[in-house]
């Protein structure tokens, strides 16, 4: 990891407008030390790539409820690779059922996080895939 | 000191040496605390004719009707909606075959934000989240077989309501349903989409414009319809308190009175056809005094504030949908009983439509099997728990009249500092009411992660490689082909010159002071696509994009 605090961009892409678990998230990121940047609504893949890549995240996070994530998640994959930003880790959440979870891992997706996950999860699993160890 | 007075020292005092506290803390769901018991003491002050009325009577606070349930159940009116216009009219023939006594439309995400099947952004969305409708050949299916003069539907759509709205009258209208028969509501409340739902089409400005015009459209053409339906399902949604949801609702309803009234409309022409739509949330008392709370404070405001005369226009007339973000992925058959307990709150808080989950829908939208449990829900409890029987039968209750008047308390203070930004509008401009909600669904989140409240399932009594064993509703791509296949057909057989002029036409209007509803309709029956006219309108009114704040 480059700077002194991990950077995570959460994302709403698509048309869904429900930011509930997005705000959630993005306040306990930053609550847990981590930089967080959220994108607002209606964002397509190609603004959420350009701001991550503009922005120099280490961390790109989805939140998608609307069903629509078996077309995103590949095109955000895709798209980051295309760019060069194919370090940036892509994980979210959602409405994602699980043999859906387990296509888009094969993908290269790196973890989805469903209802009910507490927001510790996603921090712990952040500090553990980029070592971060609490001072 | 009176005899209850020294009595409840005395208790309070042996209560100090009991054990006690199998929860960290005794709040409800919202973070209000309670007491432990409630007493006379804790209503001194309520007068009965003052404060409660007899059902059907000022301040309507036990109901609005004086025979309520016995007179008429409240309407079961599941939401649904999902792939192709005929799918969903398979799924409505269904519900009202099995006993579902009103309609409910969900749209589709591109449906809701105005854009057609085979626009650029729609893709990989049709029909996921609802119908998709993107023309009035579409509703004409939507409703095939379904007599529009013998049914209500509701339809949950709000930035492109208009259009939406102008095909249903044109639906039924080929049908043979004048436009004074239909019966419904659109939601059609903007306010709540800056502060949750966030389906906005143009900017604040002109979107209650094109509002206004809807009511003074239904208030000549379309007498039996509901013209807003004032939301605050989505503002709890989205996390907030029972509180604010009460407040906010209740204050982005003044402000479309107001905005009536502004724009030269009799308060009593509009008022009638006013609605609202609230949520019923897991704590059981708090939410049934919110609905009462509600129902005083509104008749009080029309009355005393706007000056209505008419009883009609004091009537706070309401549907309650079941808390969906009550609702867990794990274990989900728990979400049956969380939705019945729900159901039975907004029965008892006097509701006159009720919409019940399923219990999948945290994973997919409702399947057969899951939609037809959450009507039996309603079926059971209305005609076989006893409820219907008597009227606002928890009136006098300590707790239920002490929590009503303490959420009434608490909405005027929310009024006031609204006002003091300068109304709703300008303290959403400032993020005032999103930032609040923000605030309250976090510490919610945070609780839970304390363990400070409990979600069956989620937090305790977890089961470890659960299998859900629940049928999934999927819908696939070939909803979305069908879409382009149909939209393509219909611009090329409807007559492209008539659909241009109607959309100039549409543009003047939009751009003066004349009502937009008759030019959307025009262009409507000449078969312009949602998408077209939606654009005409955007290139007039501008769009919105509103800072990203958490």
């Keep these: 990891m480059k700077k002194e605090k991990l950077r995570v961009l959460v994302a709403k892409p698509g048309l869904d407008g429900h930011d509930r678990g ?42 998608i409820l609307s069903g629509a994530h078996m077309t995103i998640f590949p095109r955000v994959l895709n798209l980051l ?55 | 000191m ?53 059902p059907g009577e000022y301040p309507f606070t036990r109901g609005i009707r004086n025979t309520m349930y016995r007179g008429r159940i409240w309407t079961m009116r599941e939401f649904s909606g999902f792939g192709t216009a005929m799918d969903t009219n398979k799924r409505y023939k269904l519900l009202l075959e099995h006993g579902e006594t009103g309609l409910s439309v969900a749209f589709d995400f591109p449906t809701l934000y105005g854009k057609d099947s085979d626009d650029q952004l729609s893709h990989g969305e049709v029909g996921k989240c609802g119908v998709a409708i993107s023309s009035l050949k579409d509703m004409e299916i939507l409703f095939d077989g379904i007599p529009l003069d013998k049914v209500s539907t509701s339809m949950t759509i709000n930035g492109p309501a208009s259009v939406v709205w102008a095909f249903y009258i044109l639906a039924a209208e080929k049908q043979g ?15 709540k989409e800056y502060i949750a739902q966030k389906s906005w089409l143009f900017p604040p400005e002109p979107s209650i414009r094109i509002i206004t015009d809807t009511m003074a459209y239904a208030a000549k053409k379309v007498p039996q319809w509901n013209t807003i339906s004032i939301s605050g399902y989505h503002i709890r949604e989205a996390g907030s308190t029972a509180l604010q949801e009460l407040a906010f609702t209740l204050k982005d309803g003044m402000t479309y009175v107001e905005a009536g009234i502004k724009v030269g409309l009799d308060v009593d022409s509009f008022a009638p056809r006013l609605s609202f739509f609230f949520d019923s949330h897991l704590d059981f008392f708090e939410e049934i005094a919110k609905f009462r709370a509600a129902r005083r404070i509104w008749a009080r405001e029309m009355k005393e504030t706007f000056k209505a005369k008419k009883t009609e226009s004091w009537l706070l007339r309401f549907h309650t949908q079941t808390a969906g973000c009550s609702l867990t992925a794990q274990q989900p058959e728990n979400n049956i009983v969380r939705t019945a307990y729900q159901a039975m709150a907004a029965a008892l808080g006097g509701t006159q439509s009720l919409h019940t989950n399923s219990m999948d829908e945290t994973w997919a939208l409702p399947s057969e099997k899951a939609v037809l449990i959450a009507l039996r829900t309603q079926q059971v409890l209305a005609y076989e728990t006893g409820i219907i029987n008597v009227i606002d039968p928890l009136a006098g209750s300590y707790y239920v009249e002490a929590i009503t008047n303490k959420l009434e308390q608490g909405a005027y203070e929310y009024f006031k500092k609204i006002d003091a930004l300068g109304g709703m509008v300008k303290a959403i401009e400032q993020g005032y009411p999103q930032r609040e909600i923000a605030h309250a669904a976090y510490q919610y989140q945070k609780a839970l992660e304390k363990k400070e409240k409990i979600l069956v399932g989620v937090n305790d009594f977890t089961m470890e490689g659960e299998k859900i064993e629940i049928p999934i509703l999927k819908i696939d791509y070939t909803v979305e082909q069908e879409q382009h296949r149909r939209l393509e057909e219909l611009r090329k057989k409807r007559d492209n010159t008539k659909v241009k002029k109607r959309l100039d036409e549409l543009k003047q209007a939009a751009s003066g002071k004349d009502n937009v509803m008759p030019p959307i309709i025009e262009a409507a029956r000449e078969y312009a696509s949602l998408g077209e006219i939606c654009n005409v309108m955007k290139e007039v009114f501008g769009t919105y994009r509103e800072p990203p704040m958490f």
Excluded at chain 1, 31 to 60: K, N, R, S
Excluded at chain 1, 117 to 135: A, C, G, Q, R
Excluded at chain 2, 182 to 190: C, F, K, P
């Design chain 2, 2 to 54: 009176g005899d209850l007075e020294k009595e409840k020292k005395k208790w309070q005092e042996k209560l100090k040496k009991s054990t006690q506290c199998t929860m960290p803390k005794f709040e409800t769901i919202s973070g209000s605390p309670v007491e432990i018991v409630y007493t006379p003491d804790d209503i001194t002050d309520l007068n009965y004719l003052r404060d409660l009325g007899l």
């Design chain 1, 22 to 63: 997005a705000k959630v998230v993005a306040r306990a990121l930053r609550d847990a030390g981590f930089e967080v940047i959220y994108t607002g609504l209606h964002q397509t893949p190609e603004m959420i790539v350009e701001t991550a890549i503009q922005e120099d995240v280490d961390v790109v996070g989805l939140s």
């Design chain 2, 177 to 191: 349903v004048s436009s004074e028969k239909i019966r419904g509501t659109i939601q059609n409340d903007i306010l």
């Design chain 1, 81 to 135: 690779k295309e760019k060069g930003a194919g370090d940036i880790l892509l994980i979210g959440g959602g409405i994602i059922p699980k043999e859906d979870m387990q296509d888009l891992y094969k993908q290269g997706v790196g973890k989805l996080f469903g209802p009910g996950t507490p927001t510790s999860e996603i921090v712990e699993y952040l500090k553990e895939f980029f070592k971060i160890v609490d001072k």
